[in-house]
């Protein structure tokens, strides 16, 4: 059974810091890992998408890598914005059931001024 | 520009009330899911529509129905709504070919919030 972690569960950090956020998944086989924002009471914003064969991704001050043989992946946000607070969910698609994301639990990010 | 809408963003009713909530989409996705959130928690797959192939999950209670009419409208129903319903109810659609071998990101809606007096 596929389940995926996300560390940590929470961060606040002040405006202008690079940070990493964490995901974790124990079952390699997967067909890609996507990484989603949620604003709260909104709904799910995808942020990149990593194929199975692709190392990583970069969509503006947004990074995200993936690793599969250690079943990680990580986004990176550089110099990071109050806009940036929101939740960050990671979420992959197994092979052979590409119809099923598999989330995370999120983690919540707030950047201060 | 809306690409998936639902309706009502905001849903309350009365515990064991009939409920039905709308999704709408102008991708013209072959796939349509319904998700469930509760606070904190990550969102969970209720069940989806491979263009009229419906695909329940193991754990989604009876009490949850979906229809889907035509390619652009899904609906969720709840037959008879209990405290412990009360979420985040969230709609996704994606483009996925047929011979399985690839699928395109999941487009979400902004999501019906259901509370349940």
């Known amino acids: 059974k596929q389940e995926v972690t996300q560390i940590p569960a929470a961060l606040s950090v002040p405006e202008g810091e690079n940070l990493v956020l964490n995901c974790s998944f124990t079952?390699?086989?997967?067909?890609?890992l996507q990484w989603f924002r949620q604003d709260p009471g909104k709904g799910l914003t995808s942020l990149l998408l990593?194929?199975?064969?692709?190392r990583e991704q970069t969509s503006g001050r947004l990074n995200a890598s993936l690793d599969k043989s250690s079943g990680r992946s990580t986004l990176y946000i550089a110099a990071s914005q109050p806009g940036d607070s929101a939740t960050y969910l990671c979420a992959v698609i197994k092979i052979y059931n590409t119809d099923k994301l598999i989330f995370g639990t999120g983690t919540r990010l707030q950047v201060f001024p | 520009d809306a690409m998936v809408i639902q309706n009502p963003r905001y849903q309350v009713t009365q515990f064991g009330k009939p409920v039905t909530l709308s999704c709408s989409q102008t991708?013209?996705?072959?796939?349509m899911y319904w998700y469930q959130q509760k606070s904190s928690q990550a969102p969970k797959l209720l069940f989806h529509?491979?263009?009229?192939?419906?695909?329940n999950e193991a754990d989604t209670p009876d009490n949850f129905q979906s229809r889907r009419p035509n390619t652009s409208f899904c609906f969720l129903d709840i037959r008879s709504p209990g405290l412990g319903d009360a979420a985040m109810y969230l709609c996704a659609t994606s483009r996925e070919d047929y011979s399985g071998k690839w699928t395109d990101t999941q487009y979400f809606g902004p999501g019906t919030r259901l509370t349940v007096l």
């Open positions: 079952d390699s086989a997967i067909y890609n």
């Open positions: 991708l013209n996705h072959n796939v």
């Open positions: 990593i194929q199975s064969s692709q």
């Open positions: 529509y491979y263009d009229k192939d419906f695909n």
